[in-house]
């Protein structure tokens, strides 16, 4: 059975840090290209980024919200995907979702929330 | 960034059909946009439904399909149950970066 169980999350202040687990099994989680999903309270989905696998150089991709501030990471050895967030602001406060969506993989963890508030 | 439409909400009857759309300010959704199809029932995650257009998972039920129609991506669901009021959101793939659309509240009534 796929599991992606993510953690990590919390409440942290304006500016400040935090780093997101997802830890996945079930499945090659190095053959998986992986996403982080974020959804603000009573709001929509936001596609927030991917790492692709090794084969594909583990390249990066994120939306234009989060760049240069969120960094998408993998340890494939620890079956885990990573989201490092810094400089948070107040609209970053969201449940984080992470999903393996690519293909006929179409898995999504039950999510983390993070509240960014003083 | 590119910006993903659905219609807002929509309602269908018992038993009923309806179709689900998905557009692009870029111009038409073709098959290069991997077009997704998501359900998210209140209080719960995600679920996929439909991948790269019109494929389904083994969860999917049999009701609901995809295609492209008319420049956008389509879900369409055909003999509508109860339990399909969700919102439904569809997600385009540009070349590399990821946009979902605002979703659709579909109500069953």
């Known amino acids: 059975e796929v599991q992606l169980v993510e953690s990590g999350g919390g409440l942290v202040q304006p500016g400040g840090s935090l780093r997101l687990s997802c830890a996945a099994s079930?499945?090659?989680?190095?053959?998986?290209?992986m996403d982080w999903v974020r959804q603000a309270p009573g709001k929509g989905l936001e596609w927030v980024g991917r790492i692709r696998d090794k084969v594909n150089s583990y390249i990066t991709e994120y939306a234009a919200s989060v760049k240069g501030r969120f960094t998408i990471s993998r340890d494939d050895s620890e079956n885990s995907l990573y989201l490092q967030m810094d400089s948070l602001k107040a609209e970053d406060t969201a449940l984080y979702y992470c999903a393996s969506i690519r293909g006929v993989h179409g898995y999504w963890g039950q999510g983390t929330l993070v509240t960014v508030s003083s | 960034q590119a910006v993903v439409t659905q219609e807002p909400s929509l309602t269908v009857s018992p038993g009923g059909t309806v179709t689900l759309t998905c557009g692009s300010n870029?111009?038409?959704?073709?098959?290069?946009?991997?077009p997704y199809w998501f359900q998210q029932r209140p209080g719960q995650a995600p679920r996929t439904l439909i991948y790269e257009t019109g494929n389904k998972h083994s969860w999917t039920p049999a009701r609901f399909s995809g295609s492209l129609l008319g420049g956008k991506a389509a879900l369409t669901l055909s003999g509508a149950q109860p339990e399909d009021e969700a919102d439904y959101y569809c997600l385009l793939s540009y070349g590399g970066p990821r946009v979902f659309g605002g979703g659709t509240k579909l109500t069953v009534l």
């Open positions: 079930g499945f090659t989680f190095s053959d998986h290209f």
């Open positions: 870029t111009g038409p959704v073709t098959s290069t946009h991997w």
